[in-house]
């Protein structure tokens, strides 16, 4: 494994003193024009990332975590990073909440620790890693991942709930309800993620209860949005394709879905029934109200914690799987993974209002 560049590195090539790089670093304006020179060329020719010059000196943990999301607009990330940053804080590390806006850059920056600010392990989200960024990390931090699922990392951590089971679960309940044509919304066509691992349980659940297979109702959405939940139904029901219930790839484009099933006249969940994931605080405040896949997030913050945690205290490239209760632990050829518990909250996307008796 390569070693990481050094400011002492840096100091070497350009010939001047670290306490000189930290100045040039820092844009501090005690240093002249020609030695600031060979110090940004040093840099330059290194491939030198600035880190804090006290903490590469004493070589120490920083007590610090970086949680990589692709985003804060969806709610879900914006609970997890503010449950996240509670729960170190309990064990007396501070999370940086970091937001790669889906870029394969700044995500595999973080994971080959080619960030500013050192940090003891990274717990990322990914939305744009490609397996190989996880293989070839170059020294980098100890790394989490939650929810995505990428191949071929031996020495990462794996957290997230049973996705095929869970839509297992979501098909069980739908065919309870008396509902034969399902529309799954959100397919995508990575080698693995939360998108195919969803439509794999979906698949596997509709065929065992003998529903149609019909590719027309298994439909891709881009992004997993409101608006993308919107638009899809609309050109599903354009296209003439006859549904009666929507298992949507997350919460957003579950109420996208019964937005655009609203403006249309269906009644919800009379005509179509409507199911998502990640129960979000709006599931609960939609009208209809939206039944969702919960996952347990205290324990899957916990377990990431754990694996993070472990993995920075045992040295890199050792996998460390949690065994606290809810959530369990298995290791693969591939990497550790956890799997956390989840639950099928049912609202009134699913279900009829209890009629008002209004005789009492």
């Given amino acids: 494994m390569t070693r990481r560049v050094s400011i002492k590195d840096v100091a070497q090539r350009a010939g001047v003193s670290w306490k000189t790089v930290s100045n040039v670093v820092n844009e501090r304006p005690v240093v002249r024009a020609d030695t600031r020179a060979k110090v940004l ?3 330059d020719e290194l491939g030198y990332v600035p880190n804090h010059v006290g903490r590469e000196l004493r070589g120490g943990p920083t007590r610090s975590l970086a949680l990589v999301v692709p985003e804060l607009q969806n709610p879900y990330f914006a609970r997890l990073a503010e449950l996240m940053q509670a729960a170190a804080r309990q064990r007396g590390y501070t999370v940086s909440v970091e937001v790669s806006l889906h870029s394969a850059e700044t995500e595999r920056a973080h994971v080959r620790g080619r960030t500013a600010r050192p940090v003891d392990a990274v717990i990322i989200s990914p939305s744009a890693l ?9 020294g980098g931090p100890p790394v989490v991942l939650l929810g995505e699922r990428l191949p071929a990392a031996p020495d990462v951590v794996h957290v997230a709930i049973d996705n095929v089971s869970s839509a297992a679960d979501v098909v069980r309940l739908l065919v309870a309800g008396g509902h034969r044509r399902l529309l799954f919304l959100g397919a995508d066509h990575a080698v693995r993620s939360t998108g195919t691992d969803r439509l794999a349980g979906f698949r596997a659940a509709s065929r065992f209860a003998e529903l149609p297979q019909d590719p027309a109702l298994i439909r891709g959405a881009g992004s ?10 609309h050109a599903v029901l354009d296209a003439g394709i006859e549904f009666d219930a ?17 403006e249309r006249g269906f009644d919800v969940p009379g005509d179509v029934a409507v199911v998502g994931w990640d129960d979000v605080a709006e599931a609960a405040w939609a009208r209809p109200s939206l039944t969702t896949v919960a996952p347990d997030l205290d324990a899957l913050i916990d377990a990431a914690l754990e694996a993070a945690l472990g993995g920075a205290g045992a040295g890199r490239g050792e996998s460390v799987s949690g065994s606290d209760s809810g959530h369990s632990s298995r290791g693969g050829s591939s990497s550790a993974e956890t799997v956390i518990s989840h639950r099928l909250v049912e609202r009134e996307s699913t279900r009829a209002v209890p009629a008002v008796d209004e005789t009492a």
Wanted: net charge negative; no cysteine.
């Fill in 130 to 138: 490609d397996p190989a960024d996880l293989v070839d990390r170059d």
């Fill in 246 to 262: 929507v298992v949507a790839g997350n919460d957003l484009l579950a109420v996208g879905a019964l937005a655009a099933l609203h």
């Fill in 224 to 233: 997993w949005t409101r608006e993308s939940g919107r638009r899809e139904v």
């Fill in 41 to 43: 060329t040093a840099i």
